[in-house]
């Protein structure tokens, strides 16, 4: 009874239980569906790879169709005659040429590739996540089977998500990370793109630039339509453009540009260095700036040259002149023709002296002979010589109140002081110009009392009364009488240059005053002064004695004359007499040698 209980109670218990045999077959075919499961899900990402270029080549070829069909249609409309000689109608094309591109290049797009590439990271780490918990042993066998439902729960739901939603939902996110999309630079393409396509929407899209075609309209700023808020300036639109397309424009077109354009926009030219800094962000020149000397770069550029007329080469130069400031220019005029004096301006163009420093060092760089045609080369456009000259004029130049009295005429012996500059102001005044041009460099001259140029001009232009009369103020004899001099050449200009000195030579020779290396101002006995008697010996030495004596008295100044001015016309009597003596000789023996030769 008892053991019949215990009997079938035994029976009943192991009939409950799994057979042992079973068991170990269900374990080893568990094992063997592991192992299938896990390499099933290893081999996934490499058969995603080899079906990734056939299911992204597809839609990238259909993104670009249709820019590639209005980048045609585009420039076979700007090569008609009469779309390319007005900017209006160019404007209008290249405005619905520019639809197109925001639609296939817009921040929209470039959030949604980085989403899809999200997606695809945030795949692999989830499938990673799945093979370690495959790897746990089998205690932790109800943990892997919760895991692995969420995971491929949570994989579901992400491959059903709209990808619009997604994109939406990454650009809010990189907007937050990130700030504005305006922020960084598109310094590469988004897409892999066809050398000739490449091209023509290089060619379309710096010739946006040039005529202002912006996304966001273009011209001055002004109100809305509603009369809210102003529309954004010109700049700015050129900013956030070179910003958004930097892969797509010609770096040197758009720097000449904008030197030419935006001169006076700063920001628009520090957005282009930017750029060009965070495209070479990673090269040998850059890296060096942080540790080696200025001397150790400069032969790291020369190495990696040559240069042609990169605009690479300009972004290291701005580089060396922020490392190094002023000293770093002078040694770049060995980079020239590979960086301009334009470009050195724009560096330093919170510091014109620093631009004058490498203006000059260039061009005594070359032989006097060839320096003329160097500094006309560099004066593109011509208004760059007015520029030039107002700097030259105003940096290393003496006080304007040493040179300019109260009335605006010279100050007695001003042209004597030293300018540091001015081997510069007087090429640019000597080059070839229109007269308009010699005007206004002679009006700049004359208010910042740079008086050898002033005179200069004044003969240049026909103003001998106007050079006389400031000759008189600066009372130096040798700007009649040098090399350079201004001699009168008509009686009236003589008798002018009498009157002058009779009116000047008492209120200019009471006062002595030295400036420079110049000799004292004194009384009529001073050689080298604007006197009456100076004058009248320098007349009587042009013209003759016997012609000068008659003139000075219809001008009333023979009694102002003294002993010396007599003296000094007998004198000149014996040398003319003696003068003519000589030549009559001559020409006897000339004469008698003519009638041998004939005989």
């Not at 080893?28 to 592991?34: G, T």
């Not at 109100?223 to 010609?250: I, K, Q, V």
């Not at 972004?315 to 770093?328: D, I, S, W």
Request: hydrophobic share 35%; glycine share 6%.
């Amino acid at each position: 009874s008892v053991s019949s209980f215990v009997r079938k109670t035994t029976e009943k218990i192991g009939t409950l239980h799994i057979n042992p045999d079973t068991r170990g077959r269900q374990e080893a075919k568990d094992d063997e569906q592991l192992p299938e499961l896990t390499a099933s899900l290893v081999a996934s990402p490499q058969e995603e790879k080899e079906l990734e270029p056939q299911s992204c080549q597809l839609p990238e070829e259909d993104r670009l169709r249709d820019l590639k069909a209005a980048t045609a249609e585009a420039l076979a409309k700007l090569q008609d005659p009469q779309v390319l000689l007005e900017p209006q109608c160019m404007r209008r094309v290249l405005q619905e040429w520019l639809v197109y591109l925001e639609e296939k290049f817009s921040s929209k797009d470039h959030s949604a590739l980085s989403s899809e590439k999200s997606k695809a990271v945030c795949a692999e780490e989830q499938r990673a996540v799945v093979e370690e918990n495959l790897q746990l042993g089998p205690a932790d066998g109800d943990l892997v089977d919760k895991e692995q439902s969420s995971i491929f729960k949570g994989c579901i739901e992400k491959e059903n998500t709209d990808e619009t939603g997604v994109g939406k939902t990454m650009c809010e996110n990189s907007t937050d990370l990130r700030g504005p999309l305006d922020c960084g630079f598109q310094v590469s393409p988004p897409c892999v793109l066809e050398t000739d396509v490449q091209k023509d929407l290089l060619d379309l899209t710096t010739l946006c630039f040039e005529l202002h075609v912006f996304p966001c309209g273009s011209g001055d700023a002004e109100e809305g339509s509603d009369g809210s808020l102003p529309l954004a300036a010109p700049w700015t639109l050129a900013c956030r453009f070179m910003r958004r397309y930097f892969f797509l424009l010609d770096l040197k077109r758009v720097k000449q540009c904008i030197i030419t354009t935006y001169a006076t926009s700063p920001n628009v030219w520090e957005t282009y260095i930017a750029g060009l800094k965070e495209l070479t962000c990673h090269s040998p020149v850059a890296l060096a700036m942080e540790g080696e000397d200025m001397l150790k770069i400069l032969k790291l550029l020369r190495d990696l040259g040559p240069w042609d007329d990169s605009p690479l080469l300009l972004v290291h130069a701005q580089r060396l002149y922020e490392k190094f400031g002023e000293t770093a220019l002078r040694p770049l005029i060995k980079f020239y023709p590979f960086i301009l004096p334009s470009d050195i301006k724009q560096l330093c163009r919170n510091d014109p002296a620093h631009f004058l420093a490498y203006l000059d060092s260039l061009v005594k760089s070359k032989p006097e002979d060839k320096r003329p045609s160097l500094l006309r080369s560099l004066l593109q456009p011509e208004s760059l010589r007015l520029d030039w000259l107002c700097l030259a004029v105003s940096h290393d130049a003496p006080q304007r109140a040493n040179t300019v009295d109260a009335e605006g005429n010279p100050r007695p012996r001003s042209h004597l002081f030293t300018w540091g500059y001015s081997q510069l102001i007087l090429l640019l005044i000597k080059l070839p110009a229109d007269f308009a041009t010699k005007e206004k460099m002679a009006h700049i001259c004359k208010s910042h009392g740079f008086w050898p140029g002033y005179l200069l001009l004044c003969l240049e232009l026909d103003r001998r009364i106007e050079a006389f009369t400031n000759i008189a103020h600066l009372d130096d004899l040798s700007l009649l009488n040098g090399e350079d001099g201004c001699i009168p050449e008509t009686t009236e200009e003589w008798k002018f240059l009498l009157r002058l000195a009779q009116n000047h030579s008492t209120a200019l020779h009471h006062h002595g005053q030295q400036n420079g290396n110049a000799v004292s101002n004194g009384g009529p006995s001073c050689p080298d002064c604007i006197t009456v008697e100076n004058v009248a010996l320098l007349l009587a030495r042009a013209i003759g004695p016997n012609r000068a004596l008659p003139l000075l008295q219809e001008c009333g100044l023979t009694p102002e004359l003294s002993e010396r001015f007599t003296g000094v016309c007998e004198i000149l009597r014996i040398a003319e007499k003696r003068q003519r003596a000589l030549i009559q000789s001559m020409l006897e023996r000339c004469d008698r040698f003519l009638w041998s030769q004939q005989a």
